[in-house]
Nanobody
């Protein structure tokens, strides 16, 4: 049983990326979270989605990021728009006690 993230990469400021998280061998819990850890900073909760589709976001990210969930495909996506250099971080998917390995997002010109 594992969570596998994908979709990270290098993008220019103002660009977009979509991260995906797939649960393999088990079903997502009621809540699925995306966290990020930037170099030299604490881990930050980015967004949360519940099984019914309700979502919450870090205040600083509202309007730029969107989390979505497909309970049939056991997949959660994080759509990231208008990316800024300060969004550079390793992004992690989490549900219950499961964590993915992280996917690197680098925003740079």
């Amino acid at each position: 049983a594992q969570l596998v993230e994908s979709g990270g990469g290098l993008v220019q400021p103002g660009g977009s990326l979509t991260l995906s998280c797939v649960a393999s061998g088990f079903a997502f819990g009621w809540y699925v979270n995306w966290y990020r850890r930037a170099p030299g900073k604490e881990r930050e909760l980015v967004a949360t989605i519940n099984r019914g589709g309700g979502s919450t976001y870090a205040d600083s990210l509202k309007g730029r990021f969107a989390i979505s969930r497909d309970n049939v495909k056991n997949t959660v996506h994080l759509q990231m728009n208008s990316l800024k250099p300060e969004d550079t971080a390793v992004y992690y998917c989490n549900t219950n006690s499961f964590w993915g390995q992280g996917t690197q997002v680098t925003v740079s010109s």
